[in-house]
Structures are given as C-alpha cells and as structure tokens.
C-alpha cells in the first residue's frame, strides 16, 4: 500500500483552519484513514476536509418545542 502523506500543519493551510483544529479533528476521529505515528498525525494527500459538528453560536441547540 503505497500513500502520499500530508501533515496536520499542512491540511490545516488546505482546510483554512488551525493545525491545532486538525490534530482534534484527527483524535476524535473525524479525518478518514489518518495514522497516529510518534506522537503526531500522518493524513492522506487527499483526504477531503471532515464537516464541523460544532454550532456557530457556541450553544446547544434548543430542545424541540422550546424555541
């Protein structure tokens, strides 16, 4: 199995986001096929940006007939 390998500083630049976002993204196990290797994060060359869970507002979302 032959992969070409990005690091999380380098899918951060692609991502627009932080290298520190990466690195959680990659330890809750939201990037695809990432591998963890001496304390740091190896990502596949073209592994698409994983979609952001949290709310824009920083809150949950209001329980249904509460709103």
């Known amino acids: ?18 290298d520190r976002r990466v690195q959680v993204l990659c330890a809750n196990g939201k ?9 740091g994060w190896l990502i596949p060359k073209g592994t698409p940006k994983p979609q952001d869970g949290r709310t824009k507002s920083g809150r949950k979302p209001a329980a249904r007939g509460q709103e």
């Open 31 to 39: 990037v695809e096929g990432v591998v963890r290797l001496k304390g």
């Open 1 to 18: 199995m032959n992969f070409d390998w990005i690091t999380p500083r380098e899918a951060a630049e692609k991502w627009g986001v932080t």
